[in-house]
Every structure is written in structure tokens, then in C-alpha cells.
């Protein structure tokens, strides 16, 4: 085993620790895991420029998943090993899963992080069938913008009746002239403004070179934005995609506000695409996200012959539901987030030590961002204070309100909120969501059961913007 | 927004406007695509004699570094001007007194968005300091202090 004595020792304390905490879903002491799988975080090498340009060094994960895809199975206990095969810290987040605080992957807030060489063990049962990803939450800026982040599909226990099932990782990358991954982490303009947004977009770890499909047939798409801070608002020429999921929890099949599919860094969406268009013909897909920016992301291209089927099939595009508990949003505990600071800001971090949008001398220095206005930096302090505390089983009614001019996808740990209402109209379609992305300005409520115990993070996926201050904690106990 | 931006324009037409040259400069302001302060300084320049190509970036901070800007004096956006990058928000007087002495120098920066600057509303208080810098390592010196 590629791990110390020790680590298993403290691991082994940890699970015995959590396990006496009745959370759904989670593996019994004792409980043999049914399937154990190894993998580990180094540098590697991918087609970002295409397969006829060299191959860009980065960091990735290997073993036991494949074309940066790890399957899990829904109920299912897993262990995962993970070796740290980089110079740096690291730790696995498992975005979106609902699992016990200790295998939540934040280092110093509920375990610490791995260091170079050594493993760490994950135990945890995924509850909710869906699309997840993963990646670090040490040095997590230089890390996932580097490439460490691989996707995660809960396979359905019974499987969804489709004609393919594919995945999109979405990552961008920031290169030098000469093609490396460009350095200059966490400058000072990026955290105030929009991030380190890269100019190369990747699916699935290389540059997108087209997708073949034969007319008729239905395509599952799980799209899952793996970008340090680039904003994605997809849109499927010739094609009408039906949501299906967001966040890997199932809602209710429409179409995207205005037929475009907004994507924030962390969130996901799976849509349903009939096979609509015409033998022998291409298909943009496009990302006009960013006001004169706007690109073709890649192309779908029907093959000529026959059509797999004269019609799209007339099965159900409503996938089984997940085991969330519904809010009683009657009997909730109302708490707020404000988000604050950023560029053109208005200076609302005056007086907190923090960087005021004007009157600065610099971009140097100091907190960009800040939330309620607390700012917590870097990859968290276990020390601070939770921002708000809830019993355990009580429902949580959180209003997010964004008074910055920037966007941001907001990241709660451990839990799926039922999104209710944006900007004082209900949210419609059952939409459940780890990543709330919020435009400037906007408010929105949200409610969730606080049925899992520990000190759980809640942050800007933006990762710029959470090193910059735009990260708090709230406990469950 | 909208009503925003046109206060905004014409109180800063009423606090710049100038003259308009006959000739007009050329210029590449480079802009993050989300901020919009710096449209209202290539509008400031607009009415003072420079013809300002804006272009929306995701890569400002990539550019600004690679033009030699020192992280510390980043200014908001990035412009290309007469071989020089002039980064934040210079007032135009300042931009022309380089385009005239063309030192040896890569260029200069207001960092900071200070109030009453062009781009940004508010009224001037104490006095700002524009660094010039080089692309040789060497520290920045003052360009000017107004």
C-alpha cells in the first residue's frame, strides 16, 4: 500500500469518529466497501493545442478513472485512495456529494491535507444518483488551473434509456507564448475582477475536435464546467436540449431560459438532446458568455447514412428523483449571505481592511472580497468562526444577495438547496443546486436541511474570488 | 445601467473635454469584458483627439504583465499607444506629454481607480503619482504627480 502507517491509523480513527454520526447514506464501521479504487494526482500530459500540436504538461488524475471520468455506482460504499503525487499539498474535494464532513476533502477544517507522497483514504457512500466532479481544495488556484479535476458519474441503479451517455469536462487554460501553463497565480487583477480565465477551452482534456452522431438518436450530455473562473452560456445550433439535471440532481425537462445553457465554474447540467438534424450536415456549439467573445466551442456533425430512427424515441426525459429531504420552509431558520467588494465595488470593504474598489493605491495586498463582511483568504482557517450555526435536521432558508458588479457561482458543502425564488419570481422546474451562480446584483433564496453535521464551507467557485475573501464556514450540529 | 453610463459620460464631459485635434491617435485599450468604467475613459479619450479601438479580453492581467507592468501598479485595463502601454486610468494630458517626450521607458500606470480619475466618478482629492516603468527589472520611477 502506497500510504504510511500512520495515515491509515488516523484515517481509521476518522471513520470510526464520523461513523457514529448517523448520516444517510454513509458506510457502517466494519462495512467492507464494495468496490476500492486507487488514484493519484502528478503531472501529466494532454492535447491541449489539438493532436497535431505538442502535448501541454499539467496536472491530472490517474487509475481508476478513465477519460477523466470516475463511475460510481448510486448506494454503493466506495473507498477511495488517493495518492499525492505532486510538490504540493493537496486534498480531494468531491463537489457535490452528500457525505460525511470528515471525507469532504477541506484541509484544516475536516482533515489535513495530503502531502506530497502520501494517500488518503475517502470512504463514502453517494446517496444521490448524477453528474459530480472533483478536484483539489489545497492550493486549489494553482492546481485545478493547472488541470487537476476529473468528473464523477453516480450511475443511476437502474440505467436512464438513452442512445449514448457522454460527458463533457469543460476546462480553459491560461498559456505562455511558448505553450506552457501560463504562471502569475492569483494576481491581484484577477482576484478583483473576473478570475484567471483562460483563452484555450478543452473538452475532456482535449481540444475539441468535433462530434459525430447519427440523426435520430438520443444523447444524454452531462456538462460539467471544470473552469477556475470561466463563465460558459452554451448554445446547440439546429438542436432544442432539454435539462434534465443540474447539479447532478434531477429537475424537471425544459428548455434553458433563452435556449442557451449557463455553466458557472463547478456547475453541471445534463441535457437530453434529440438528434434532430440532418444527415451529412454540422452543427455549431457555441459559448457567447462574454460580451464580444464569443467562440464556436465545437461542431456536431451528422455521419450521412440512415437515421438511427425516423423520430426521437417518446420515453420520459424525467430521470428517477435523488433521496433529498424536502425543506419545511415553514418552520425554517432565515440566514443571509452578502456578497461584497470587487472591482467597481464602490468601496464597500472600507474600514474592513479589505480593497476598496476605489480610492486604493494599488491592486496589491489585502482582501478583495468579503462575505457578511468577513474576509476569509487562501484555502480557509479552521479557526473561524462560523458564519451562521443550525441544529441538525432544521431546515435552512438562505438568502444569497450579490451587491458586487461581478458574477459568482456560490459553492455550498455537503448539501443540495432547493433553489425558490431569483430576484422575487419562484425558480420553476424543482431546480436543487450545490453551485448557485448569482448575475451582479441579484438575490436569491434557497432552502436545505441541515441533516449533515460538521463545519461545512460555503464559497465563490471562482477560485480567485474565494482566495480573495468571497469564502465563509457554517456549522451543523 | 444605461442611465448610469450617460451621467457618467456627461459629467465627465464637462470635466475633460477638450478641444478635439485634428489628427487623432491611435490606440488599443484592452478591457475585461465585465468592467465597464474603462469604456467611459476610451469615450474621455474619444473626445480628445484619440481614436481608441476597444478590445474585450480574458487574458488583462496576462497582458498587462506581458506589456511590463509591475503587479503592484496594475492599473484596471491596458492601452497601446505610440509603442507604449499606458495601463489604468491616465489623464490624457499625461498620455500626450509621454507620446511628445518619448522617453526610454515601456510605459506608464495610474493604479488604483482613483475617484475623480477618468473613467470613474468623484471628485479628485490629494494628488496621484503616475509610474514609469521599464521591461528591465529596473524599480518603477515617477512619470509624474498631478
Known sequence: MPFSLNTTLSRRRFVLGSAALPVAGMALPGTAPAAELNMRAAQASLPLLGSAGPDTAVLAYSGALEKQILRLKQGAPTRIIVENGLNKDTTVHWHGIRLANAMDGVPGLTQPPIKPGESFIYDFTPPDAGTFWFHPHANSLEQIASGLAAAMIVEEREPVPVDRDLLWLLQDWRLSEVGEIAGGFGSAMDAMMSGRVGKVVTINGAKPEGLAVRAGGRIRLRLANACVARMMALRFEGHTPMVVALDGQPCEPHEPDNGRILLAPAMRADIILDMTGEPGKGYAVTDDFYDGLDYTLTNITYESGTPLRDHPPDGSLRLPPNPLPEPDIANALRQEIVLQGGMMGGGKLKGLGGMPGMNMSGMGGGPSWAINGMSMTGDGTADMAPAFTLKRGQTCHLTLRNQTAWWHPMHIHGFSMKVLTRNGAPVPHNQWQDTVLLAPADVVECAFVADNPGNWMLHCHVIDHSMAGLMTVFRVT | ?146
Open chain 2, 1 to 146: 445601467m444605461k442611465i448610469n453610463r450617460r451621467t457618467a459620460l456627461a459629467t465627465l464631459a464637462m470635466a475633460f473635454t477638450k478641444p478635439a485635434f485634428a489628427a487623432t491617435i491611435e490606440a488599443v485599450l484592452y478591457k475585461n469584458p465585465q468592467c465597464s468604467c474603462c469604456e467611459v475613459y476610451a469615450a474621455y479619450l474619444g473626445e480628445n483627439g484619440f481614436t481608441v479601438d476597444v478590445k474585450s479580453v480574458n487574458d488583462l492581467s496576462q497582458i498587462s504583465a506581458d506589456a511590463g507592468v509591475p503587479p503592484e501598479l496594475q492599473g484596471c485595463h491596458t492601452m497601446m499607444v505610440g509603442g507604449y502601454a499606458v495601463d489604468g486610468l491616465v489623464p490624457v494630458d499625461i498620455v500626450k506629454k509621454l507620446l511628445a517626450e518619448k522617453p526610454a521607458i515601456a510605459g506608464i500606470t495610474l493604479p488604483g481607480m482613483p475617484a475623480g480619475a477618468p473613467g470613474m466618478g468623484g471628485a479628485k482629492t490629494g494628488s496621484w503619482v503616475i509610474s514609469a516603468f521599464t521591461m528591465d527589472g529596473q524599480p518603477p520611477t515617477v512619470f509624474a504627480t498631478i
